[in-house]
């Protein structure tokens, strides 16, 4: 998949960091020596975990140069190196490894969480963030348009490569015997948007992006036009002319 698009997906950024404010609120560490934002993005996260541990020391993790441009532009005081979690270790005395958005992008990503979460030390949490959207109308029409006739041959693949969350009875009895606190919940949030075409903005920066990229540029804008018009047949206006996207996300905080 190419480089993401720092600039795109920060057009939405007060809705993206909502989920990671709501995170961050349940991580019950009060002192931690080394805080590791997995998957940094453009630093909107990291700024967080910045405000409420000043005294720790910060790293965030992206495998996007241009993510990580704009992290370091963000928080110069922080550290920020390219790196892939499937093959990362937290360095010794990270205390929290905060995940937003990020390992539902990553194979066999209950593996890699429970390795994660196996080397903390005692008091040490895991902080986990999902989209939980794929069974959402924004998403299932991605699918249904790269399944048409002059899509199919590039996006036959793409259709069928992210996976379903597992429930959460799985993450439970895969991570609980590794902690002595586990906490998993579900949230729905409704963002308010201006009209249907914010919400395939919302998604060209992420969901959208492994359906574009292997396109050239007139199929991406054949399929663009395709997803739009399904996008605005299904979310219809509200009475003041505004949308709403419904977006379900997982939640786990596990405390060694």
């Known amino acids: 998949m190419a480089d993401w698009d720092a600039q795109q997906y920060l057009k939405f950024e007060d809705e993206r960091t909502r989920a990671a404010r709501d995170l961050l609120a349940q991580v019950p560490v009060a002192e931690p020596r080394h805080v590791v934002d997995i998957g940094c993005g453009p630093g909107n996260s990291t700024e967080l975990l910045a405000r409420r541990w000043p005294q720790a020391?910060?790293?965030?993790?992206?495998?996007?140069?241009?993510?990580?441009?704009?992290?370091?532009?963000?928080?110069?005081?922080a550290t920020f190196i390219e790196?892939?979690?499937?093959?990362?270790?937290?360095?010794?005395?990270?205390?929290?490894?905060?995940?937003n958005a990020i390992?539902?992008?990553?194979?066999?990503?209950?593996?890699?969480m429970k390795r994660l979460l196996s080397a903390l030390p005692v008091g040490g949490a895991l902080a986990v963030q999902m989209p939980d959207n794929m069974d959402e109308p924004s998403h299932v029409m991605m699918r249904e348009v790269a399944r048409l006739p002059q899509?199919?041959?590039?996006l036959a693949h793409v259709?069928?490569?992210?996976?379903h969350l597992p429930n959460p009875g799985v993450y439970y009895d895969a991570l609980k015997p590794l902690c002595a606190r586990f906490d998993i919940w579900?949230?729905?949030?409704?963002?308010?948007?201006?009209?249907?075409?914010a919400i395939v903005e919302w998604v060209k920066g992420t969901g959208l992006r492994p359906f574009l990229d292997p396109l050239e540029f007139p199929e991406r804008k054949e399929f663009i036009e395709a997803y739009k018009?399904?996008?605005?047949?299904?979310?219809?206006?509200?009475?003041d002319g505004k949308v709403?996207?419904?977006?379900?996300?997982?939640?786990?905080?596990?405390?060694?």
């Open 57 to 77: 020391k910060l790293t965030g993790i992206d495998t996007s140069a241009d993510m990580l441009r704009q992290a370091r532009e963000r928080l110069p005081q």
């Open 159 to 163: 259709a069928e490569a992210r996976d």
């Open 103 to 112: 390992f539902q992008w990553v194979p066999d990503h209950l593996a890699q």
């Open 186 to 197: 579900h949230t729905v949030y409704n963002h308010v948007l201006d009209d249907a075409p």
């Open 151 to 154: 899509f199919h041959g590039k």
């Open 83 to 99: 790196a892939n979690i499937s093959h990362w270790a937290a360095p010794a005395g990270s205390d929290v490894l905060f995940a």
């Open 244 to 256: 709403l996207l419904r977006f379900p996300r997982l939640f786990i905080v596990a405390v060694k």
């Open 229 to 239: 018009a399904r996008i605005a047949a299904t979310y219809l206006p509200q009475a």
